[in-house]
């Protein structure tokens, strides 16, 4: 039997805000968005020989435990992984950081995990991928707008906790990406209204290049100018919104 494996990126700046961190990418996802630019990894048909074993992974951040300070747990969609809990676990028992990425489809294991310190991210980036009315039309995962609102419900609850049992905080971010169909200020305005108001919301552009659907590679990006627009327009309803 193959020893558990992921992908994984040594060293990134940019993935774990004011961290240098190694990142792990579960393959497998629950919702195979169109636009999505890693097709392989969300369906679980990444090459083996492209998967490092765990237990190699492991050993690469012992030994660069002086420089990495955090790891990221991504994919696909992490919390679908047998090997979450165990790799989560390992990394907090070493006193590394713990990050987890996650598309808010499994709000059951993330109450899990939030309620388990062996386990429990410090902190979540939440991927926000349209208003919750267009969640159904994204993905063919049964009722993806109420999994996602359950998700959030969860996290204020989380940080109302945090506050009240003066429990150390939990850094949260919400991520979209600009994708046109998907976002435009209508859905804007739908996402922040179901936003925690002081939570950084970050944008990023869409890129059409190697998309899950081929078809979205013909979807034009928007503009520098278009961009701008939709990133000051979110400003307006959420102070933290920006563009990474």
Not at 11 to 32: K, Q, R, W
Not at 172 to 190: A, C, Q, S
Request: some cysteine; overall charge neutral.
């Amino acid at each position: 039997m193959a020893s558990p494996s992921a992908g994984f990126l040594k060293t990134t700046l940019i993935d774990y805000p004011g961290i240098i961190a190694s990142m792990i990418f579960f393959p497998g996802c629950n919702m195979e968005c169109p636009y999505c630019y890693n097709g392989d990894l969300a369906r679980g048909t990444i090459n083996r020989e492209e998967l490092v074993p765990l237990e190699e992974i492991f050993c690469h951040l012992d030994k660069r435990r002086n420089v990495i300070k955090g790891v990221v747990l991504s994919g696909g969609e992490a919390l679908l992984s047998p090997y979450f809990l165990q790799t989560a676990q390992t990394i907090k028992e070493k006193g590394f950081l713990l990050k987890l990425d996650t598309n808010g489809m499994s709000p059951d294991k993330l109450k899990d995990i939030l309620s388990d310190p062996k386990v429990r991210p410090d902190m979540i980036s939440l991927d926000i991928k349209t208003s919750l009315q267009k969640y159904p039309k994204l993905t063919k995962l049964p009722a993806p707008d109420y999994l996602l609102k359950k998700t959030l419900e969860i996290l204020s609850e989380d940080k109302f906790n945090q506050i009240l049992n003066k429990t150390p905080e939990m850094k949260i971010e919400y991520r979209t990406v600009l994708v046109p169909g998907l976002i435009d200020k209508i859905e804007i305005e739908e996402i922040a209204s179901i936003l925690d108001k002081e939570t950084p919301w970050f944008f990023s552009p869409f890129k059409n290049e190697k998309c899950l659907d081929p078809e979205m590679e013909k979807t034009a990006p928007y503009s520098p100018e278009k961009i701008r627009e939709l990133v000051d327009f979110a400003k307006t309803l959420i102070k933290t919104a920006s563009l990474r």
